[in-house]
C-alpha cells in the first residue's frame, strides 16, 4: 500500500497486485479516523455491460475491538447525478480477525 497526503485532512492509498493498480481517497475526521472514501470509477453492471461510476462510501461509530478502532456502521454505493445509489449499508455486531504474520 502506497500513500500519498493531499492535504490536512484526506490522502490517496494506491494498492497495486500484480498487473492491477487501485486507488481510493481517504478522508478523515478530525479524531484521525476514515470519514469517507471515495474512487472516481469502480465498474457496475449495466444491463450486459460494465459501466464506471464515481463510487464512495462513509464511516461512523467507531469503537475499540480486540485493541483495533473499526467503524462499527457505514454505507457505500455508486454516485449518480441524482444522487448516490447505495451498495451496502450496515452495522457490524460482530467481528473475528486474525493479524497476519
Known amino acids: ?11 490517496r492509498g494506491t494498492l497495486t497486485d500484480g498487473v492491477t ?3 481510493l481517497v481517504f478522508r478523515f475526521n478530525p479524531e484521525g479516523a ?3 472514501i471515495r474512487a ?13 461510476m464515481p463510487w464512495g462510501g462513509r ?3 467507531y469503537a475499540v475491538r480486540n485493541e483495533m478502532l473499526i467503524p462499527l ?8 447525478p441524482e444522487g448516490t445509489r447505495l451498495y451496502w449499508q450496515g452495522r ?7 493479524f497476519a504474520q
Open 1 to 11: 500500500m502506497r500513500w500519498e497526503a493531499i492535504n490536512d485532512t484526506s490522502a
Open 34 to 36: 476514515i470519514a469517507t
Open 92 to 98: 457490524i455486531a460482530e467481528i473475528n480477525y486474525e
Open 40 to 52: 472516481e470509477a469502480r465498474y457496475r453492471m449495466d444491463g450486459d455491460k460494465l459501466t464506471a
Open 21 to 23: 493498480t487501485v486507488s
Open 73 to 80: 456502521e457505514g454505507e457505500v454505493g455508486w454516485e449518480h
Open 59 to 61: 464511516f461512523w461509530g
